[in-house]
């Protein structure tokens, strides 16, 4: 079986291990080099056993397991490197952030999140040569699987919890940082979807929009929790407020608490959980 070698295995690793580390990572001043000297590395290890002129490696959606020549398995064999390297990371990532709670807790789920955001579009030109279709994909699917679905609960009983003190002490928190980790949320809907334009998508993430069409892990997590809460706590303190108050101030006081819960929704959620109110 044709394979790489321990020595180019680890070459390949580094360069990731180097990518995912760096501390000042960020997309506005990401250089195209990171990618580029991903994209050269692969692309030798190809193009070694090349015996032909025609493309070394097809695409890993057409590849037919019965017909495999030396080419298309070195190129799964890098592909595996990849998705391996991101399994082991995201695990050992998950651990460490299972001893965070509070604020700490989505400070430090948010920047990893948005490092890996960031880590998935350089790859993804990178791992280019061997497969233009699938990188994201796979990327975003082991994210989830690996380390979102892991951290899921604790995230969301955190985010509730803010609002929570939000509307009942009147205790203000960084929205950008609440926003931020739902709209993984939503993100998380497309790691399934074969339809979607992921690079479109990445960018329009940037753009902190909430945009996306795939929300239904946003919904059944995050919004239904969300929506049965409120209407429990609204129900027992219109009913209280009912009881002590004339009709008119009953009114004043609901539309009052509505508004600000939808201005709530606006600065942390989708906008549609607001028209759910």
């Not at 360069?15 to 990171?34: G, H, I, Q, T, V």
């Not at 679905?149 to 604790?154: A, K």
Request: hydrophobic share 40%.
């Amino acid at each position: 079986m044709i394979c790489l070698s321990v020595e180019e295995k680890s070459r390949l690793e580094t360069k990731l291990r180097e990518l995912l580390m760096e501390k000042s990572l960020c997309l506005n001043s990401c250089s195209p080099k990171k990618s580029m000297e991903i994209y050269n590395l692969v692309y030798s290890y190809c193009i070694k056993l090349r015996k032909c002129k025609k493309k070394a490696v097809r695409s890993l959606v057409e590849v037919n397991n019965s017909t495999l020549d030396k080419n298309e398995i070195i190129g799964r064999e890098i592909f595996s490197i990849l998705k391996n390297f991101v399994i082991r990371h995201l695990k050992v990532a998950c651990l460490e952030l299972n001893n965070y709670k509070g604020v700490s807790l989505l400070e430090s789920y948010n920047e990893y999140w948005n490092k890996f955001l960031i880590f998935i579009t350089i790859a993804d030109a990178g791992f280019g040569y061997i497969n233009k279709f699938c990188n994201i994909a796979m990327l975003l699917n082991q994210f989830k699987e690996h380390f979102f679905l892991n951290l899921l609960y604790p995230t969301r009983s955190t985010v509730l919890e803010l609002i929570n003190n939000e509307r009942n002490l009147g205790i203000t928190y960084n929205s950008l940082l609440i926003s931020s980790v739902l709209k993984s949320y939503i993100f998380m809907g497309m790691a399934n979807s074969d339809a979607l334009n992921y690079e479109e998508y990445l960018v329009v993430y940037t753009l902190k929009s909430f945009d996306l069409p795939e929300i239904n892990i946003y919904v059944d997590f995050f919004e239904r929790k969300y929506l049965e809460e409120i209407t429990v706590f609204y129900c027992q303190k219109s009913t209280e407020y009912l009881q002590n108050n004339s009709l008119l101030q009953y009114f004043i006081y609901i539309n009052k608490i509505i508004k600000d819960e939808q201005d709530r929704c606006l600065r942390y959620m989708s906008p549609q959980t607001s028209n759910k109110l």
